[in-house]
């Protein structure tokens, strides 16, 4: 699920060009100033990376994650601060050495990656990638 589709157009701009692996397709939010987007996995994950790829102007200078397992509520895993730039950018586990926003390794169900601080005046954001790596349990 998402917070918002541009002019509700889903079929230009809908939630599932963010899988798609094309770079000509994007989940395009609506105006706002704070947008989500919530993943149900339909087994138990273990989450240890996040890939993301927004279009520069429409980022988020600040990306909170929250994870729970099934029937719990959602708890804050960790926040993240992007660049807001078009480069795919990729988290690391909190025990790695290597450049790069971290992210905590977590097991759950459910996902919900919060934008918060948008670099777009109206708070729309744009993704063109986003990928959660990981393994299922």
């Given at each position: ?19 798609d ?8 939010s ?15 994950v ?6 993301v ?5 429409f980022?988020?200078r600040l990306?909170?994650?929250?994870g729970?397992r ?7 895993i ?10 795919l950018?990729i ?6 050495l290597?450049q ?6 977590t ?6 990656i ?9 708070g ?14």
């Amino acid at each position: 699920r998402v917070s918002s589709v541009l002019n509700r157009d889903v079929k230009q701009f809908g939630k599932k060009h963010m899988f798609d692996a094309s770079e000509e397709t994007s989940w395009n939010s609506d105006q706002g100033p704070v947008q989500w987007v919530a993943l149900d996995f339909p087994r138990t994950v273990k989450v240890s990376r996040l890939h993301v790829q927004f279009q520069g102007g429409f980022s988020s200078r600040l990306c909170t994650l929250e994870g729970c397992r099934t029937g719990e509520e959602l708890a804050k895993i960790s926040e993240l601060y992007p660049e807001d730039s078009n480069a795919l950018q990729i988290s690391f586990g909190t025990n790695s050495l290597a450049q790069g926003f971290q992210v905590q390794e977590t097991v759950l169900d459910k996902l919900k990656i919060t934008f918060e601080n948008g670099t777009d005046f109206f708070g729309r954001i744009v993704i063109y990638h986003l990928r959660v790596l990981g393994e299922r349990l």
